[in-house]
């Protein structure tokens, strides 16, 4: 039956043939009208009648080779089929596809390679710009104290030149330069001699005047300018500007301010500024990151000196610390570990931005001691209420734990708690004692 109709399919081939052979007779008897008319009737008849039974013999002959050819297939097939050649044909087939797929998907990853390629590399950039850690214990903190009086000399310094006074800004008592080239030193019982460690770490904010000029500048000395001046430690300094510091030939701005110039601070503001000295090794940060970095300091510090070269300049919270041991070795010794440079807003649970130095300490520590759970704890001194500082206490130490819970340790690896007044490691009456106990403790469990 199917030899049959493939027979008629091809009958009608025929046909088609035909048909063209008719259309090519009557193109020629077109050409022969033309002719002049005295040409010969009876032998243009002739002419066209051979033609036509020429192209009929061709079409049958076509059509009969054609014929021939689907049978003979058609053959081939159910032999092919009977000897199983059908499934190595799929195969091969299919293989090809397969081929020509994986040769269309090699085609493209040389395409997208050619393309990364254009692309200049990208590395991989690791920068700790703030690995600020304070000092363990505090021996000089000044604020100053809300009981300073206005107008007066601050209690808790040295005048060496120039005129320093408390004054206030926006509620909070400040330590203004009023006049220019004003020098100030901690004063120490022991400030005429080196009364810096080995270790240790100074911190302050300092306020830049709007649109001062280059003179908005304040130093900072490594030595005692007036008490003990006998080393060229008394001479080196730090230099604080509105948008960086500068340290001997180092010059740096702040992230983004390379383009505003040193000198002129477009709105008033206040900046933190850190320096961490351990066995040689001088840092500088200027609020989050860290400005100057010398392996090699070739002087040691004895004591501190703060300059400013113009007036209308104030500073507050100005901390000396010493020291301190790792954090993992104090989780090894003690069971925890005593923070008291994670500090908060006036009476309030909102970490500074100068936090962030121990934070990431603790949070990088947790990251490789897998096994390590902190139960992290607050202290307040023992000014205000004693409820106050409990409530004030606990919301601290539940702040901490929520920074590190965001930053991406385990829930189950924290925990929160605060103690108020109740746990004082100093006393409370030096502000060095109070700042002491004013901390934020991390106690493994």
Do not use: C
Request: aromatic share 8%.
């Amino acid at each position: 039956m199917n030899l049959l109709k493939k027979k008629h399919k091809s009958s009608n081939n025929s046909n088609f043939f035909i048909s063209k052979a008719i259309l090519r007779v009557l193109f020629l008897v077109s050409i022969f009208i033309i002719i002049p008319q005295q040409t010969n009737a009876q032998f243009l008849k002739k002419l066209a009648k051979k033609a036509e039974e020429k192209v009929e013999r061709e079409a049958e002959n076509r059509a009969e080779r054609r014929i021939n050819k689907k049978i003979d297939e058609t053959f081939d097939e159910a032999e092919d089929a009977i000897d199983g050649k059908n499934k190595d044909k799929g195969e091969k087939s299919d293989k090809k596809k397969n081929k020509d797929s994986q040769t269309s998907q090699k085609e493209k990853a040389n395409n997208d390679t050619d393309q990364t390629t254009t692309k200049p590399n990208q590395p991989t950039v690791v920068w700790n710009k703030f690995d600020f850690v304070p000092g363990d214990t505090v021996i000089f903190e000044d604020a100053p104290s809300a009981d300073e009086e206005n107008g007066e000399f601050p209690s808790r310094w040295d005048l060496y030149k120039g005129n320093v006074e408390i004054g206030e800004v926006d509620g909070e008592n400040v330590i203004m330069f009023i006049s220019k080239s004003s020098y100030i030193i901690p004063y120490l019982k022991n400030s005429n001699e080196d009364y810096l460690p080995d270790v240790f770490t100074v911190e302050l904010d300092v306020w830049f005047t709007k649109g001062q000029t280059t003179a908005n500048r304040l130093y900072i000395y490594l030595g005692d300018q007036k008490n003990y001046n006998r080393s060229g430690a008394a001479h080196r300094n730090l230099i604080v500007m509105p948008h960086g510091l500068e340290f001997g030939d180092s010059e740096k701005h702040y992230p983004g301010t390379e383009n505003l110039g040193w000198s002129v601070e477009k709105e008033g503001s206040w900046k933190h500024i850190s320096i961490a000295y351990t066995k040689g090794k001088f840092k500088a940060y200027f609020d989050d990151t860290r400005l100057i970095n010398v392996p090699h300091l070739d002087v040691n510090p004895t004591g501190i000196t703060i300059k400013s070269l113009n007036d209308n300049m104030y500073i507050k919270n100005i901390r000396i610390a010493k020291g301190g041991v790792k954090y993992y070795d104090r989780v090894l010794s003690e069971g925890k570990i005593i923070v008291n440079g994670i500090k908060f807003d006036v009476n309030k649970a909102s970490l500074k931005p100068e936090s962030m130095g121990p934070i990431n300490k603790i949070f990088k520590l947790m990251q490789k001691q897998l096994e390590l759970n902190f139960s992290v704890e607050g202290h307040t001194d023992s000014d205000g209420g004693d409820e106050t500082n409990m409530t004030l206490s606990k919301a601290r130490g539940k702040a901490v734990m929520n920074k590190l819970i965001a930053m991406g340790i385990s829930k189950d690896r924290l925990k929160s708690d605060g103690h108020g007044e109740s746990r004082p490691l100093d006393n409370n009456s030096t502000p060095e004692g109070k700042a002491n106990n004013r901390r934020v403790e991390f106690v493994k469990f």
